[in-house]
């Protein structure tokens, strides 16, 4: 399945929603209240941009024309790293993004997209939705007046594309790699050089030297970026994004001018979208893994245990030097901390062992 056909089958049409344009909408209401939503990747994107894109005019089409959506794509209002700001200001009204980006403005935003070593994505269901997560994520958005939804994850993902093989840890020291969040803190503890880069531009600096590897998502998310045109080493697991978050992030003070009704309506598009993100990418990561594999050659490798050591290590000092921050940040990572252990040990003796038991018994490849 190529591009086009892709997003004809996801029902966006080949050129999706058209830049800055009202979405459409069964009925215009008197008293509309316009919701301008800027996104930190490109339009189009296969299982982030364009779950972006459903998301908005799903909100368009519940409220019926009571909320008037413009969707913006990174770069067609503002830069991807820029949204944040704009929706914190008023100029716009929400913004969809990975809450991570702003880690720089307080670093307990990483514990709500993730943090190495973290949460996977139904430990962070959990978390949020029963965990005191987004009591949490609430304290902290309206430090900065915003409000905040899961409206998205990716699953585990894979560790990244290099031009190299990584046998030891000493393999990453000098290594130019694109990798936000506390995960790019780890690998320069290690002794790489962590870049934070747009999705947008990851494949032309791939392509071009500038870095020498990359992290993405997944298989069905890095098939269109094409990495493997400069990158044939595609490692797993991903220590760094174990169940990265996606959110939508509200302009707090626009969000109270909202009836009871519409904010309902806005926070169920939310958790609809999560779950179909979801679902999304884990009916096509197999898919476009054999893909990848078959037909342009990736070369599939599995960290060892001595680089997994190091990164156990790197990413425990990273956490604490979080905590170290402010007290908000030491409450975010200890109930992260105490979801991790209490959720993550049922996990173990409940999905973790069914799915190893029945794979072995069934001589199903894990």
Sequence with gaps: MDRRSFIKKAGLGAGGIAAGSALAAP???????????????????????IPAQRLAARIAELTEGRINVQYFAAGERVGAFDSFDEVASGNAQAYIGADYYWKGKHPGWAAFTAVPFGLT?????????????????????????????????????????FNKEIETADDLKGLKMRIPGQGGDVMAKLGASPVSLPGGQIYENLVSGAIDATEWVGPFNDYFMKFYEAAKYYYYPGMHEPG???????????????????QAIIAAACN??????????????????????????VELREFNDEIYDAFGE?????????????????????????????????????????SNKRNAVLGIPS
């Design 314 to 354: 790197a990413a425990q000092e990273v956490l604490e030097e979080a905590m170290d921050h402010s007290p908000m940040a030491k409450k975010i990572f200890e109930s992260f901390i105490n979801a991790r252990k209490d959720i993550g040990s049922w996990m173990a003796i409940s999905d973790v062992a069914y």
């Design 27 to 49: 009925a215009i209401a008197q008293g509309t209240k316009d919701m301008v939503i800027v996104s930190t990747w490109p339009r189009d994107f296969p299982g982030l941009g």
């Design 272 to 297: 609809e979208e999560n779950a179909l993100t979801m679902a999304e990418t884990n009916a096509n990561n197999g898919v476009y893994l054999n893909r990848l594999i078959n037909e342009h050659g």
């Design 121 to 161: 994505y139904t430990e962070m269901d959990a978390w949020i939705k029963f965990g005191g997560g987004q009591e949490l994520w609430d304290e902290l958005a309206g430090e900065f007046g915003l409000k905040n939804f899961a409206m998205g994850n990716t699953g585990v993902q894979m560790g990244g594309w």
């Design 244 to 262: 990265a978050q996606l959110a939508m992030g509200i302009n707090k003070a626009w969000w109270d001018t909202l009836d009871a009704t519409d």
